[in-house]
C-alpha cells in the first residue's frame, strides 16, 4: 500500500526492504494506547481551535470505532500497514475520508511512538507491581503460619545457625519490598507526556501540551522536544527493575530446587507445580523453579540488548530505537509469567517442619551458642570455641547432635558443662533469644511481620 510518507519517493519500497523497516507484527501490541494518545491529541487540538468542533467529533467517533472493531475481532491488524501508526490513520481516512487526514496535526510518528510505548509501559508498570504486591501476600502468611518452624540458617551452603522459616521467608518479603518501591519510583519518573514534541523540534502550532498531558493522566509534558523523542531511559529502568525482580525469583527458586531434592526433603511441591520423569517413573521434577530460573538470562539479555542498542545513538530519533520493544515485550510478558507461577508455587507447597527441625540439630547450628554457654561460666571466648570444636567432631564420630550427648559425655570434654546446657543451647531457646531489630526470635517477628503489613496497606 502507499506510505503515509511517500510524497518525497518516486519508487516504491523494495518489499525485503519493507519488511525489514516494519514494525507493525509487534507494535500493534499497543493499538489501544496509540488510539487514546489519538484522541486525547484531536481533543487538544479542538480546543486550541487548530480542530472544529465537528471534525474533532468525528474523529474521536471513528477511533473509537476503530479500537471496537479490534477487540470485537471484526477488524484485524495486518501486515500490510507499516505500523500501528499507519494502521489506526489509514483505517480512518477509509472511514470519515478527508477529515480523517487531519489527525496526524501538529504531531510526528516520533512523538507519537514515544507516547504509546510510555502509555503501554506505565500500565505494564503498575501490572507488574499487583503481582508482586500478590506474592508478597503469600510470603507475608507463611511467615505468620511458620514463626515456630526452626531450620537451619546457611552460609556458603553450609549450616550456620539456627533461624525459623518466617524469618528465612523474610528475607525475600525484604527483597521483593524492594522491588515494589523501585517500581515506584520508575513510575514516577517516567509519568511525562512526550507528544507534542514533534519529530524532534516541536511544532508551530499552538499546542496545550499540558492539557494534553493532563487528559493522558501524566503529571506534566516532558520539557525538551529532542529528548523526548529519545528517550528510552525509563524502558531501560524498567527492564533493570525487572531484571533484579528475576533475580530474586532465581535465588528462592535456587533454594526451592535444593530444599525439593532427596537429601534435604525441607519442602514438598505440589504435583500440579512439578512434573515426572519419562522414564524413571520415581521422579517429581521442580520444572516450574527450574524454568523460572532459566528465564533469568532472557529477562537480561532483553536489559543488555536495549542498553547496547542506545549506546551510541547520537540525537534525536534513530530507527534503532524500533528495537526497544520486541524483547521488552517478551521480558515483561515473562516476569508476569514467572511471578504468578512463583505465587502459586508457593501457596501450595509443604514445608516439612520436623525434618528441617532436625537438620538444623545435625547440623550443630546451636554450636555458637554452645561456645557463648562457656563463656559465660568463666571460659575465654577462644578456648570455648575450641572446646566446642572438639565436641562436634565427638557428635560426627557418633552420627548424633550436642543434645544426645550425656552430661556426662559432656563433662568429659568440659567440666564446666552443667545440666542446665540442654535448655540454653536448645534451637527454641537459641532463635528465641535474639530479639534485636530484624533477627529471627519470635517477639522481633511479630514485630517485623506488623511492619510489613502496614507496608502492604499504605502501598
Known sequence: ?????????????????????????????FYAQDIEGSIAHVVM????????????????????GIRQDVENGTLEITEEYEDIHSFVEANLIERIGETGKKLHTGRSRNDQVALDMRLYTRIEVLSVDDLLRNLLGTILRLM????????????????????????????????????????????????????????????????????????????GPTLNSMDSVSDRDYIIEFLAALSTIMMHLSRFCEEIIIWNSNEYRFVEIDDSYATGSSIMPQKKNPDIAELIRGKTGRVYGALVSILTTMKGIPLAYNKDMQEDKELAFDAIDTVKGCLALFDGMLKTMKFNRQIMEKSAMMGFTNATDAADYLVGRGVAFRDAHGIIGKLVLYCIDRNCCIEDLTIEELKSISPFFEEDVYEKISLKTCVEKRLTVGAPGEEAMKKAIQEQKEFLERH
Request: hydrophobic fraction near 35%; aromatic fraction near 12%; glycine fraction near 8%.
Open 45 to 64: 487540538l479542538a480546543k486550541q481551535g487548530i480542530l472544529s468542533k465537528e471534525e474533532k467529533d468525528e474523529i474521536v467517533k471513528g477511533l473509537t
Open 144 to 219: 505468620e503460619e511458620h514463626l515456630q518452624t526452626y531450620m537451619p540458617g546457611f552460609t556458603h551452603l553450609q549450616k550456620a545457625q539456627p533461624v525459623t522459616l518466617a524469618h528465612h521467608l523474610g528475607a525475600y518479603f525484604e527483597m521483593f519490598k524492594r522491588d515494589r518501591l523501585r517500581l515506584a519510583d520508575i513510575y514516577k519518573r517516567m509519568n511525562y507526556c512526550p507528544l507534542g514534541a514533534g519529530a524532534l523540534a516541536g511544532t508551530t502550532y499552538p499546542l496545550d501540551r499540558y492539557y494534553t498531558a493532563n487528559l493522558l493522566g501524566f503529571e
Open 1 to 29: 500500500m502507499a506510505q503515509l510518507w511517500g510524497g518525497r519517493f518516486t519508487e516504491e519500497t523494495d518489499k525485503l526492504v519493507y519488511n525489514f523497516n516494519a514494525s507493525i507484527s509487534f507494535d500493534q501490541k
